[in-house]
């Protein structure tokens, strides 16, 4: 059994959010392997079923970002996953838009989500899967650094362009995942990073 969690803030207003990436890719994934993400358990939206014939269960926490960490200590103790059977997708502002990064492990990197599934679980070693969302820049290109306009970028909606970028990424991600579940962490780095 593989648990696959996408990071992302419930309710409509969020879906499209550049925060939501993770959401989107456990509904592509639902969709594109027929998994019913409908049930109701450990504070999440969680649906069971099989990719490239090994068993999974998708999860999108409906904590809200910054607290996915009691969710996915939930969904872990529950199916008694160990942690390097555990996939995080969520997004990144430190990749360019719609660059794909797949580590074995590692620190937050300044993401409240993954901080917070990091200190409920009390490691860092789980798989993650990143996908770049760009950091904001100011008119001249100057990377804003000021978190009150970083939390309003997150929380903002992709403009098209970006959107067709992101829907390119989620199905590369969706690969990446295929590929963990088949031949491992290190052959999904080696052949998508």
Do not use: W
């Amino acid at each position: 059994m593989k648990l696959i969690i996408g990071l992302g803030n419930p309710g409509k207003i969020y879906a499209r959010n550049r925060h939501n990436v993770g959401f989107r890719t456990i509904e592509h994934l639902a969709k594109l392997y027929s998994i019913v993400t409908n049930r109701r358990q450990c504070h999440a939206q969680v649906g069971s079923g099989k990719i490239a014939e090994v068993r999974v269960v998708l999860a999108k926490p409906a904590t809200f970002v910054n607290q996915s960490g009691e969710a996915a200590s939930c969904l872990v103790n529950s199916y008694d996953v160990p942690l390097s059977d555990l996939v995080v997708i969520h997004d990144d502002l430190d990749l360019p838009l719609g660059k794909v990064r797949i580590r074995p492990n590692g620190s937050a990197g300044g993401h409240k989500g993954m901080n917070s599934i990091i200190s409920v679980l009390n490691s860092e070693e789980f798989p993650r899967i990143k996908v770049g969302i760009g950091r904001p820049m100011t008119s001249d290109g100057t990377a804003i650094t000021d978190e009150d306009k970083i939390v309003n970028y997150v929380l903002s909606d992709f403009t098209p362009r970006e959107d067709d970028i992101i829907k390119v990424a989620i199905a590369q991600v969706a690969q990446a995942v295929q590929v963990i579940l088949t031949e491992g962490v290190t052959a999904a780095m080696n052949k998508l990073n």
